[in-house]
């Protein structure tokens, strides 16, 4: 093996390999991504595109080669698959922007303790008096995303929300789940998303795991 190549697909063939190191674990995993990808409120078809917008955000070549895969098989089209592609780089450079109210406060020594207030998003617009040209382009950038194309509004609002809960921004779970919301995506809906996000998450660590095993043994 080429040790200066730390990415191969054929990788995560040794992924099994942790089915008999740590089994109970593995195998509690394997069920679980297995119930949150299937059918439910949401399509499976849906929930491949989450998984494919979550695994850019997390950056696993080998979630978005298994998921990208797995939601062809689904008859999602190429249009489909790049419009999720695109609400994840809008989610992932706005949790950055949104971010950007907290250096806003620590720039300006705000002394509350209080770290994140629904209130602190009310500054983002300072941003378009500090880099305007900079900020109208991703205001706009943003906004295209989000519009509905080959995905409807909500579908687009759901992904949005697995892509946030996987950012860990605050304030962009509150504006997209509300957008969910006014989408008409039920509770249960946005619960399945956030699973679907939750194994994705989890699951970019196993798959990176393999690169461990290669590691380890390499290191004997």
């Known amino acids: 093996m080429n040790k200066d190549s730390l990415y191969k697909k054929s990788n995560i063939n040794r992924l099994n390999e942790f089915s008999k190191l740590a089994p109970d674990v593995f195998n509690a995993f394997v069920t679980f991504n297995t119930k949150a990808l299937g059918e439910g409120k949401l399509s499976s078809k849906l929930k491949e595109l989450i998984a494919i917008a979550v695994a850019h955000t997390t950056g696993c070549p080998y979630c978005i080669e298994l998921h990208v895969k797995q ?4 008859e999602t089209s190429k ?4 419009e999720a592609v695109m609400v994840a780089t809008a989610l992932k450079a706005g949790s950055a922007l949104a971010h950007g109210v907290n250096a806003l406060n620590a720039y300006d020594k705000n002394e509350d303790d209080e770290l994140y207030r629904a209130a602190y998003f009310n500054r983002l617009k300072e941003f378009s008096q500090l880099n305007g040209d900079i900020f109208k382009a991703f205001i706009a950038f943003d906004q295209q995303a989000m519009k509905a194309g080959e995905l409807s509004v909500k579908e687009k609002e759901l992904i949005a929300i697995a892509v946030a809960h996987t950012t860990g921004c605050p304030y962009c779970i509150d504006i997209h789940t509300k957008g969910a919301k006014k ?9 399945e998303s956030i699973m679907v996000a939750t194994a994705l998450k989890a699951g970019s660590a196993l798959a990176h795991g393999v690169n461990a095993l290669i590691a380890f043994d390499e290191s004997i």
Request: no cysteine.
């Open 71 to 74: 939601a062809k098989n689904k």
């Open 79 to 82: 249009e489909e698959m790049a």
């Open 183 to 191: 989408a008409k995506a039920t509770k249960e809906e946005v619960a």
